[in-house]
């Protein structure tokens, strides 16, 4: 057993937590508590006790009363993960006059007892755990926290309605915002829907006002028709470039007359923005109140790239603005924070091709109804069939499509059963037609929601319990002909039944953005297994990710309805208006350093460095490491040759020593686990 | 040539023989080398699973042990029949998830000295060799004689796709590898709604008119999408539809006229075997008049000019994209 | 061997801070159960793991240890899980050399969000090392039947070598 220099002078302190019944109820703590104080108190342990809630007020006051009545120099709670409690037991050594990083705190509930259910075998491991943790903290070292300074930019990635809180939060502020969009212009998915339930307000009329707050707002810097391709640094510090591709538009000279897009002859199907229902030209703003006012040229539909002749829409410009030698730019920006506000795609019903979606002409995604009913849509705002004309007399609206289908999505997409309701309430107030929605469970569970609900249902709209089977236009009975037919077990009345509709809306579900892997992988946060990004904590850091600086808001984290993403949007600028009020961050003091005395230059770790953290002086034929891009992974403590590089935090010293207490060497004697098994194989 | 084990199993030694002829033919062309398993004997078809687990498992696992013992140079068993391919696959499956039944099984091949350990064979549906061992584009290069112009609705019924255990094809519930083939064929497929579709299968002698009613659906929707002909890969169902079309006719009072023909038969024909080569005629429903359309005494049909794209409607809204064919096919 | 059936075999589990630690955070949150035989240890990256670290737990009375950390191209900073993966090659070879059944030491990659996977693999990884029995080290060590006393530093000068 080896142990630091100082070891008789150290004064060590262990606590056990209860945590109710949720450590209590497998581990038996007092047993813990009282084998730490007699059979490591040869290490340094003049105190152990075991309390119901040891984060409570009177559990910390419990630490801070021994660290100054007992002149304890190290602690060790046993409690739950340090991820959740760390900060609050080394605030109160530090309240207590300790160093806060001479506490250590060992997880017994995550890893033991809630994972384990021999109580025999749980109070032994934490045991094990618990001596891990008092021979760590022995080599532990005070220490301060890092502190770097807060850049005052935020880029916010994504200009829908989440996005586009965010960015205003953060401008009204006082700080500057850069908000990067994928598309022409701003306003996201939001923007292509027709009206917004429970209120039935128009989305337009709700969105556009913010749309052109972001346009017109000094503090925010739209870049539209860009993408992000590359990030670097840390929290505070984020230098980001953007590819901000060509509009072969000048926008200093264009005036938005939209006099190009008349008479441009290239007509193309819209599949973003009006989701494959409508036309625009090649050169082209997605909607009416596009902000900025801009158009884009379409390259791989425009005939003048294509066959390199037309160039209408040069001839009619009043202004001269377009410039079709315009090229790709880079632009880097240097930002403090980032929001991701990316959203989700549509799941797409061609997955399930026995509800016919793109077989059958009249089967349509929910995405295609919106721009179907909306007033500035493909057939200004009168529902119709796919031949643009025949109202339909009856209309089906199927729920779950692709979701909570464990051959597709096992999750609840949230928003489909209101949307579902909404569609029915226009489709009936629109055309009269008998409308049938067909649910498997009906979730309406917010503010309004249940009321509308209500409303839809006394407006005659008929629901049918039952995940549908299929939608076919294989007429079997009198009265299905040239009709689409649903075929649905209605689990109500334990009936098979055939519905004969005119309209099939398929409400689809959401799912993550097809390419959110690599944009996670560029920002360097992580996904769920259904891709979805992760947040810190799922209840209480809802728009934090395990990525200092980096934040989310909106269905990036997972499906919500429109309130849930302007909550999501404006919590991740109140997240990053708090940072920049700071001006700087305290980071976890987790770096390496070289000593340069043992340091021999053969610069293996050099390569090792993701960040080029790790300088070489070629006149001293030494490295040293640059704190401030260290991130503190430790590859190069691990791979120096000459044992010359340490890392505080998670040193050699501190790792043995960690692993030798688990493994119960430093017991006297027998004390090794399990005792009488060692003996019995020993050779 | 690649080489497989082949069960043929009973049906097409009897009512199904035209199946097993065309097969046959195909068999050079597609580079298919079938080696029967010697001894091999019934599956049990639909019933006996209903009744006795144990001795039905036994029964069809005889086959697999038979197969895995003469196994060399291959470990895939193709059944072209659908009933057989999935007592087959159903019980190497069940026995894979339940040893407890494998030990049950294995107990009584012992009597006869056979033993089958699950998983040692995989185990295939012809459509699913063609379409993904042979491939599309081979199929494709062995056409002489497209079908073009000949409406063709596929139809698999409900045995082979469903519950896809291997996950082979392109979606359970609506797979497009038949329509895959036949379109290589240059037949003009319909888009079938039905095709997997109950064909009624023993119903016929258990409850006719619920059987009359199944059949007659299904002929009733190809009627309707004019299909000339509808292609299949079952015995059970081209029996259903063939032999039974009278008697549903008269029960109905309608005069349907819808041949159904073996999908290995369209090959054929596309591969220029003549029609007496590939069992033609022993249908029960003539097919004659629809194979006149595509003039199977002539070699090559003059390809036809390309149909004009009727011009949208202005006001009409465009469908969705679909992905091309090749996205489809794993 | 009558001793194995009682054998409880003790693992050494390292975690990455960013993955594999959440995922047992996870798997901890969601309830799930594994053996209590795997203690963990909180590294803050894979990269981080010096080969000595597995030699050490092995040679103190480990007789498995399990390396954890995020899938190839999630990692939290970058890509340093490759170079655990290049060490972890190499250690096992090392293992061989020293006569240690190299299945021992596992490497597995759980995401923040693969507690079911993480709780899966350790279960395994228990059984695994469960049915192996427990570590004999060679005799020929030191001739006496008793673990080779490892110090806690550079001892192990090989795994050095590998670690670069």
Same mark, same amino acid.
């Given at each position: ?77 046993? $409690? ?128 556009? *006002? ?164 909306? $007033?500035?849509? *493909? ?39 209101? =949307? ?53 236009? $294989? ?11 649903? =075929? ?22 959401? =799912? ?16 769920? $297994? ?11 850091? *809802? ?114 020593? =960690? ?25 | ?5 082949? !069960? ?10 035209? !199946? ?33 687990? @144990? ?99 596929? !139809? ?98 309608? !005069? ?7 999908? @290995? ?66 | ?164």
């Amino acid at each position: 057993m080896t142990s630091p220099a100082n070891l008789p002078e150290e004064r060590i302190g262990v606590y056990v937590c209860h945590c109710g019944s949720n450590i209590a109820g497998t581990v038996d703590v007092e047993d813990v508590a009282q084998w730490a104080a007699g059979r490591l108190k040869h290490r340094g342990v003049v105190i152990a006790r075991d309390y119901k809630f040891m984060c409570s007020s009177l559990g910390q006051e419990m630490i801070e009363k021994d660290i100054k009545e007992l002149g304890l120099t190290r602690v060790v709670v046993a $409690a739950c993960s340090p991820h959740l409690h760390e900060n609050t037991f080394r605030t109160a050594c530090k309240r207590a006059g300790l160093n806060p990083y001479l506490c250590e705190l060992v997880s017994i509930r995550e890893q033991v007892s809630w994972v384990h259910t021999d109580k025999v075998a749980a109070t032994e491991k934490s045991k094990a755990v618990v001596s891990g943790g008092v021979e760590r903290v022995l080599w532990h070292e005070p220490l301060e926290p890092l502190r770097v300074p807060i850049h005052p930019a935020t880029l916010i990635v994504g200009g829908g309605i989440a996005g586009i809180q965010a960015a205003l939060e953060i401008a009204d502020g006082g700080s500057p915002v850069y908000i990067v969009e994928r598309e022409p212009s701003i306003g996201g998915h939001m923007a292509q829907f027709d009206k917004t339930f429970p209120t039935l307000d128009c989305a337009a009329c709700i969105l556009t *006002p913010r749309m052109v707050s972001v346009g017109t707002h000094p503090n925010i810097t739209m870049l539209t028709w860009s993408e992000v391709t590359k990030v670097d640094g840390y929290v505070g510090n984020f230098t980001v470039t953007v590819c901000k591709k060509a509009r072969y538009v000048n926008t200093d000279l264009c005036n938005g007359c939209a006099v190009c897009q008349d008479k441009c002859p290239k007509k193309i199907v819209d599949e973003v923005f009006e989701a494959g229902l409508g036309y625009r030209k090649a050169i082209y703003t997605p909607f009416a109140q596009a902000v900025p006012k801009f158009p884009v040229i379409d390259r791989e539909n425009c005939t003048y790239f294509q066959k390199g002749t037309c160039r209408a829409c040069e001839k009619f410009c009043p202004t001269g603005a377009i410039d079709f030698n315009q090229q790709d730019e880079t632009i880097t920006l240097q930002v403090g924070n980032i929001i991701l506000a990316t959203g989700y795609d549509l799941f797409d019903p061609r997955r399930i091709p026995h509800y016919g979606y793109g077989r059958l002409a009249n089967v349509f995604t929910s995405l295609e109804f919106e721009r179907l009913s909306n $007033a500035a849509g *493909p057939t200004n705002g009168k529902i119709v069939l796919r031949d643009g004309v025949t109202e339909p007399k009856s209309v089906g609206i199927i729920h779950c499509v692709g979701s909570r289908d464990r051959n597709y999505n096992n999750y609840c997409s949230v928003i489909c059963c209101m =949307q579902g309701l909404k569609f029915a309430h226009l489709v009936k107030e629109r055309t009269g037609a008998t409308v049938f929605n067909f649910y498997i469970d009906m979730r309406t569970a917010a503010k309004a929601y249940d009321e509308f609900y209500q409303r839809v249902l006394e407006e005659g709209t008929l629901f049918i319990r039952g995940r549908v089977a299929e939608v076919t236009d $294989a007429a079997r009975l009198h009265g299905e002909e040239g009709k689409l037919i649903i =075929q649905v077990e209605d689990t109500l009345a334990s009936k098979q039944r055939r519905i004969p509709v005119d309209m099939v809306i398929l409400s689809a579900g959401l =799912q993550p953005r097809r390419d959110a892997k690599a944009v996670a992988k560029l920002f360097g946060i992580s996904c769920s $297994a259904d891709g979805w990004y992760i947040e810190k904590h799922p209840k209480l850091d *809802p728009v934090a990710t395990m990525t200092e600086g980096i934040f989310i808001a909106g269905c990036v984290q997972g499906p919500k309805d429109i309130p849930s993403t302007v909550v999501q949007g404006a919590a991740a600028a109140a997240r990053v208006l708090g940072r920049i009020q700071q001006k700087e961050i305290a980071l976890e003091p987790v770096r390496a350093s070289i000593n340069q005395d043992r340091c021999s230059g053969c610069r293996i770790c050099n390569n090792l460095c993701p960040y080029s953290a790790i300088l070489f002086h070629e006149d001293r034929m030494v490295s040293e490491v640059n704190p401030a891009l260290c991130q503190g992974c430790g590859t190069c403590v691990a791979a120096c040759p000459a044992g010359a590089i340490s890392g505080t935090g998670f040193s050699n010293e501190q790792i043995l020593a =960690q692993l030798e207490g688990l493994l119960m060497l430093n017991l006297d004697g027998d004390g090794r686990m399990p005792v009488k098994v060692r003996e019995a194989v020993a050779i | 040539m690649t080489k497989y084990l082949y !069960y043929p199993g009973c049906s097409l030694e009897t009512n199904a023989r035209a !199946y097993y002829i065309s097969l046959m033919a195909i068999c050079e062309p597609l580079g298919l080398d079938l080696e029967e398993i010697h001894d091999w004997n019934c599956c049990g078809a639909t019933e006996y699973v209903g009744i006795s687990l @144990t001795p039905a498992y036994a029964l069809i696992s005889r086959n697999l042990a038979l197969a895995a013992k003469q196994a060399n140079g291959t470990r895939t068993v193709v059944a072209p029949c659908s009933a057989c391919y999935l007592n087959l696959a159903k019980a190497d499956y069940y026995m894979r998830e339940s040893p407890k039944l494998g030990e049950k099984v294995n107990k009584a091949l012992a009597a006869g000295d056979l033993h089958y350990t699950p998983g040692s064979l995989d185990v295939r549906h012809l459509l699913d060799v063609i379409v993904h061992d042979v491939g599309l584009d081979a199929v494709r290069r062995a056409v002489v004689r497209p079908l073009s112009g000949l409406r063709v609705a596929p !139809y698999l019924g409900c045995m082979v796709p469903r519950p896809d255990y291997e996950h082979r094809w392109s979606n359970p519930e609506y797979p497009n590898e038949l329509d895959q083939v036949l379109k290589a064929l240059g037949a003009e497929v319909i888009d079938f709604p039905l095709k997997t579709h109950c064909c009624g299968g023993h119903m016929t002698q258990i409850g006719p008119p619920v059987a009359y009613e199944l059949i007659r659906r299904l002929i009733h929707a190809a009627s309707e999408y004019q299909a000339d002909l509808m292609a299949t890969l079952c015995p059970m169902c081209q029996l259903n539809i063939d032999a039974y079309q009278g008697e549903m006719n008269h029960f109905f009072g309608t !005069y349907y006229h819808m041949p159904i023909l073996f999908f @290995t038969q369209l090959m054929g024909l596309a591969f220029g075997k003549e029609p007496q080569e590939l069992g033609i005629g022993k249908e029960l429903v003539d097919s004659r008049l629809a194979l006149a359309r595509i003039g199977v005494e002539v070699p090559e049909a003059e390809a036809a000019p390309a149909p004009r794209r009727p011009r949208k409607a202005k006001e009409g809204l465009p469908m969705p994209r679909m992905p091309e064919e090749k996205e489809l096919i794993r | 061997m009558t001793e194995h059936e009682h054998f409880e075999p003790v693992i050494i589990g390292f975690t990455c801070n960013w993955c594999s630690y959440r995922a047992a955070d996870l798997a901890g949150t969601a309830r799930m159960k594994y053996p209590p035989n795997i203690r963990l240890i909180r590294l803050m990256c894979s990269g981080r793991l010096d080969p000595t670290f597995v030699l050490k737990a092995l040679s103190a009375g480990a007789d498995g240890v399990m390396i954890t950390g995020c899938h190839p191209g999630e990692c939290h900073y970058i890509e340093q899980n490759y170079k655990a993966m290049r060490r972890y090659q190499l250690l096992k070879r090392t293992l061989t050399q020293m006569g240690i059944e190299p299945q021992r030491v596992k490497l597995v990659w759980a995401s923040a969000a693969e507690g079911a996977r993480l709780t899966e693999e350790i279960t395994k990884l228990v059984e695994e090392v469960r049915a192996l029995g427990p570590l004999q080290w060679p005799t020929s060590l030191n001739g006496h039947g008793a673990r080779p006393a490892v110090e806690t530093t550079g001892a192990v000068v090989s795994a050095k070598e590998v670690a670069a």
